[in-house]
């Protein structure tokens, strides 16, 4: 079989690799270098946590539960879990039902103390006002170019071919299968195409004569973007992920810790990017001191406006385009957390055997009548 998959991030990179493994001859392409996507802008954070609906939860914990089983004491992964600091009531209550649900599903959680929260994150500021504080054990963190590393060189041993710079300028049916143009005039023919290309994916179908509607960046703090700061390296102890009502921490490695905090994402703007010593990165460091100890003399190294892969109502994609079957889509906004279950998944699916936890994800649900919502992004935890 013979399938040309497009678009180098973990998603694509996971396939491409999983199917070689599988028999399959493949060809990767990316428009720019492997990685420079959106792999490279997110905060990583691997989780089934607040997932809903029911379909979506099982989805992501097939992610989480690939990422473990992946894992083989590398690098890239840091299972150390995470904490959720929830103080004021909209918070505690929203936590507090979400800690029932994932309970009643089998989800590892459990409240903890001030105590042993401080234990579980030493070098953290606790608030003396604290409600709640959840420890979720099996969620991770990973460092989703590591990820890529380890899926590239399995993929070439594989006999995956990697195209970088290259452009697709057409999609055309031939047969059961496709005609690949590439912008140097090349052709490639294969049985099956995989898109993964993140943000272009309605621009990648419409060369496939088809459409698969996107989110898009319209205006700034929109539903598609978000801010992540990066800090230069600081002596604090943090080994897992923190979410407070201030500030969300990861570790970025070398000491240094990534930052995120929704209601900041109001402004972000990917054509006017705040500077390491912008206002905005004064206000995270604000909060940063007041939530990490040994941060005193802590400054931004690094500001960065990610965007999100945002399907139209908010959920994954994933499978065969209805007008163009040879076409195979992954789309979504958990493309860190999936990676290593669609690899497998898809891979499966385009070898005949299909994959239940994606019946509710499939493209056809754009054009069979459904109402779509779009999707909305909370500014403050609790908010619904």
């Not at 998959?5 to 690799?17: K, N, Q, R």
């Not at 143009?181 to 898109?195: I, K, M, P, Q």
């Not at 978000?226 to 002596?235: D, K, V, W």
């Not at 604000?286 to 139209?312: F, K, S």
Request: aromatic share 6%; charged share 20%; with cysteine.
């Amino acid at each position: 079989m013979q399938i040309v998959v497009l678009g180098a991030g973990v998603v694509g990179t996971s396939i491409a690799t999983r199917l070689a493994q599988r028999g399959a001859a493949v060809t990767l392409i990316d428009q720019g270098i492997p990685g420079t996507g959106t792999s490279s802008t997110s905060f990583a954070w691997i989780n089934a946590n607040g997932k809903e609906p029911e379909s979506y939860y099982d989805l992501n914990l097939a992610g989480l539960t690939a990422h473990h089983e992946l894992e083989s004491n590398e690098e890239w992964l840091r299972p150390g879990g995470h904490v959720e600091i929830a103080v004021d009531e909209a918070h505690v209550r929203h936590l507090r039902g979400r800690m029932e649900r994932l309970t009643a599903r089998g989800y590892a959680v459990e409240e903890v103390s001030t105590d042993r929260a401080q234990e579980l994150l030493p070098d953290v500021i606790v608030p003396e006002r604290v409600d709640t504080i959840a420890h979720f054990p099996q969620e991770a963190y990973c460092f989703p170019l590591l990820y890529l590393a380890r899926m590239l060189a399995e993929g070439r041993a594989a006999g995956v071919s990697v195209r970088e710079n290259t452009r697709v300028t057409a999609l055309d049916p031939a047969g059961a299968g496709a005609i690949v143009t590439l912008e140097d005039g090349s052709v490639l023919r294969a049985d099956a195409v995989v898109s993964a290309v993140g943000r272009r994916t309605s621009e990648l179908v419409e060369l496939a004569g088809t459409t698969l509607p996107m989110a898009s960046f319209t205006e700034p703090g929109d539903v598609t973007v978000g801010h992540l700061l990066r800090t230069i390296p600081l002596p604090v102890r943090l080994s897992r992920v923190l979410t407070t009502p201030w500030l969300n921490v990861r570790p970025d490695g070398g000491g240094r810790l990534l930052l995120q905090a929704l209601d900041l994402d109001a402004t972000a703007d990917p054509s006017a990017v705040p500077a390491p010593d912008s206002a905005l990165a004064r206000d995270y460091l604000e909060r940063l001191r007041a939530v990490v100890r040994n941060t005193d003399a802590a400054a931004i190294a690094e500001v960065v406006v990610g965007q999100r892969v945002m399907p139209a109502d908010g959920f994954t994609v994933a499978g065969r385009l209805p007008e163009a079957p040879w076409l195979y889509a992954v789309a979504t906004h958990s493309g860190v957390t999936l990676a290593p279950f669609l690899g497998t998944a898809v891979t499966n699916e385009l070898f005949g055997e299909d994959e239940p936890l994606l019946a509710d994800f499939r493209p056809s649900r754009f054009t069979d009548g459904h109402q779509i919502a779009a999707p909305r992004t909370p500014r403050k935890p609790g908010e619904q």
